[in-house]
């Protein structure tokens, strides 16, 4: 299974869209300040979480999510599917 993934950082109060077939080890790795956007924080949390078949399916996904450019649609798809306690307001 490859799921496309939504990460949230309090301190920063922002968000991040990826895609793996592993989003724990994955997490990981964002909160370990790795180059990149995810290493403005160590707080990540996995937020939103969905499964696919394909590693493409997950991509296509990933990208639709990011072609909305929307923090109100994004979070919108969040509170349709809670899988952490710590859900931005």
Do not use: C
Request: glycine content about 2%.
């Amino acid at each position: 299974m490859y799921y496309t993934y939504i990460l949230y950082s309090k301190i920063k109060d922002k968000f991040y869209i990826g895609s793996s077939e592993n989003t724990h080890e994955r997490l990981k790795k964002h909160n370990n300040k790795n180059k990149g956007f995810t290493n403005q924080s160590d707080d990540w949390k996995i937020i939103f979480s969905k499964a696919f078949v394909s590693r493409n399916e997950a991509l296509l996904f990933e990208r639709k999510i990011k072609n909305w450019k929307s923090r109100k649609m994004i979070m919108k798809l969040v509170s349709e599917t809670k899988i952490d306690s710590e859900r931005p307001d």
